[in-house]
């Protein structure tokens, strides 16, 4: 209120937006809302002269070193000096409160990516300081106001260093010769000792939307957990395994990211192709899409169903196309189609089958018609959410891409009905003996439906948890028929269920016939474009020539494995002319699939069969003690 004085003994505490200050001098603080300035006012001169002399000789240090950093020309620093020469005429706090009031003026402010607004955010910030400093008024509005100014300033800063120190990277790296280190070095290196954070340029479009400094924060701890990836690329170094391979080890990194491993996973994987960048995708709205994915991966607790299961199934999904060489095959579009499906494919689930949701009558069957109960609502729920602007990751998609995008996604989710596991085997099956090529949709909706059952095919350590977790869900099924007074579904009966006899089956009947089509298929796709005249772009991962484009280039960590022979062409290709990135770089490819399941296969199902032997001993010993 204007005129109203504020009086401050020594003892008394006084709260500025969280701040406590206790213990504070005896002053009078004068408050003008209208001006937007603060104005001290002391019962006579004198006293004013004595409070400000004492000020002066107490606090000139402390004001002196937060000040000693503000822009030259403002005159802070030298109006301080000064004062301590000319006397108490001009007080530390009238030069405090000349800067307070231009806090209230930020329409002239520069744009925060500018290079004069880092020290005009920082001038700001030690006026904000010294005035708590000095127990001096600042109005809530100008505070928060100017808090956002100074957090959008410091995440442009941090965006521009990401950008430089990829460069950096990328051009150290760049400089060892594919052939002089081996394979497993040039990982390591990539993996340990290059930091291949998002360089998203902002769009002016991409406004920051603090709401307030609590979210500020919370946003900043956030960016900081997911650029983790250094620490988190050691982590998969140290376990001998990375990301590609067959044998990775899902379990693991959700106990390293304490339960986030889908945020984690996903968002390596974009990073890895530079997805939200070509595309266009907010850093934020997927931040915020793959928290929300893991949130309702969580919502019934499921023991299988749940957001491991979704990082395990994503990375196989991965690790599928990566090892056959299929990246050559699809266009960034449809890899970033590929990795939403693997995401969203179980989205909410709630550890019950379609038919436990047709039998009750569920409200989720009713809407569905019965058909591909679960299986639609995963994608519906997912494309819902998707609609709400925080987590719209499709927001600059054309409507054509937006209709592609949503027809792949749909098509490869739908695929994981295991009611349809046989159709879309005999499908693939008549597919193959056709010359034709084969669809897109249908090849990774086979990927998607294979990587879902794919855990019989992992090592047996990996397999056996996963069996373990999945016949609790079905017991835990079983259970709630039975409350129902329904009938119990077949491997749902906690006393009765053979385990290892229905894992022999699985195997036998279910997952090995589905990688047998699916390699199948994979080297017929690769026998479609390795023909010598053969000129696949590679969408995925642009040449390092591209360098000098506006997308910047993959981060080396991703140029390993089955990608380093397409690095090594265009080193080798790009010494004698740079050509841009939108020209085509012929690359030899393999026609041949390397098929990692087959030993797991085999393995775990003699494992299997011994413990089904072992099973009918203890029956048959438990029956002849039960007769005796």
Not at 245 to 268: A, I, K, M, P
Not at 275 to 295: D, G, R, T, W
Not at 329 to 344: S, V
Request: glycine fraction near 4%; hydrophobic fraction near 35%; include cysteine.
């Amino acid at each position: 209120m204007p005129g109203r004085k504020i009086r401050l003994t020594s003892g008394s505490s006084l709260i500025i937006i969280g701040t406590s200050l206790t213990n504070v001098p005896s002053k009078t603080i004068k408050v003008s809302t209208a001006s937007k300035t603060k104005s001290h006012h002391h019962a006579s001169r004198s006293a004013k002269a004595s409070t400000a002399t004492t000020v002066i000789h107490n606090d000139r240090e402390n004001l002196s070193t937060i000040f000693s950093n503000k822009s030259k020309s403002s005159g802070d620093r030298r109006g301080i000096d000064d004062n301590h020469e000319r006397g108490p005429t001009n007080s530390p706090f009238d030069l405090i409160e000349h800067s307070i009031s231009g806090l209230g003026v930020l329409s002239s402010l520069p744009k925060p990516d500018s290079f004069d607004a880092l020290q005009i955010g920082s001038d700001r910030l030690r006026t904000i300081i010294a005035a708590l400093h000095c127990n001096i008024i600042v109005r809530k509005e100008d505070l928060v106001r100017n808090l956002d100014y100074a957090a959008n300033v410091l995440e442009a800063v941090h965006q521009d260093e990401a950008r430089r120190l990829m460069e950096e990277d990328d051009g150290a790296l760049s400089e060892i010769e594919p052939d002089s280190v081996p394979n497993e070095v040039r990982d390591w290196l990539a993996m340990t000792f290059t930091r291949s954070m998002s360089t998203i340029k902002r769009r002016p479009s991409d406004k920051p939307k603090f709401k307030s400094v609590a979210q500020a924060i919370r946003a900043g701890i956030m960016v900081d957990r997911l650029f983790r990836r250094t620490t988190l690329a050691f982590y998969l170094d140290t376990m001998q395994q990375t990301i590609n391979e067959w044998t990775f080890d899902v379990f693991s990194v959700n106990e390293f990211t304490n339960g986030q491993c889908l945020r984690y996973v996903g968002f390596e994987l974009m990073q890895r192709y530079n997805l939200p960048n070509k595309l266009h995708i907010s850093i934020n709205a997927l931040q915020n899409f793959l928290e929300q994915m893991e949130s309702g991966y969580s919502k019934h607790r499921n023991p299988y169903h749940n957001l491991i299961h979704a990082a395990d199934v994503l990375q196989t999904t991965y690790q599928i196309i990566y090892n056959s060489g299929l990246m050559n095959w699809l266009n960034d579009h449809e890899l970033f189609a590929m990795f939403i499906a693997a995401i969203i494919h179980d989205f909410e689930h709630t550890g019950t089958s379609n038919n436990f949701h047709i039998q009750s009558r569920s409200d989720t069957a009713l809407i569905y018609n019965d058909r591909a109960v679960l299986e639609n609502h995963h994608v519906s729920a997912a494309f819902r959410l998707m609609r709400i602007d925080d987590y719209n990751i499709l927001s600059e998609f054309s409507s054509d891409e937006f209709k592609n995008f949503r027809h792949l996604v749909i098509e490869m989710v739908l695929a994981t009905d295991m009611s349809s596991h046989f159709t879309q085997l005999k499908t693939m099956k008549s597919l193959l003996s056709m010359p034709e090529n084969i669809e897109k949709s249908k090849a990774l909706a086979l990927i998607l439906h294979s990587a879902d059952i794919s855990h019989p095919g992992k090592p047996w350590t990996m397999h056996h948890a996963w069996t373990e977790l999945l016949m609790e869900e079905y017991f835990k099924q079983g259970e709630k028929e039975k409350e129902l007074g329904l009938p119990c579904s077949p491997l749902c009966d906690r006393d009765n269920t053979l385990v290892a006899e229905s894992q022999i089956g699985f195997i036998q009947y279910i997952v090995e016939p589905s990688f047998v089509v699916m390699g199948d298929m994979l080297e017929k796709i690769l026998k479609s474009f390795a023909a010598p005249d053969s000129e696949l772009p590679s969408p995925s991962i642009p040449p390092k020539s591209a360098v000098s484009c506006s997308s910047p280039s993959l981060s080396p960590k991703s140029s390993n494995a089955s990608n380093r022979h397409r690095d090594d062409q265009l080193e080798n290709g790009n010494r004698r002319e740079r050509k841009p990135s939108s020209m085509t770089t012929p690359i030899p490819r393999p026609t041949t699939v390397r098929r990692p399941w087959i030993e797991y296969l085999k393995e775990n199902r003699e494992r299997w069969i011994r413990e089904a032997d072992e099973e009918k001993r203890r029956r048959e010993l438990k029956a002849i003690e039960e007769e005796s």
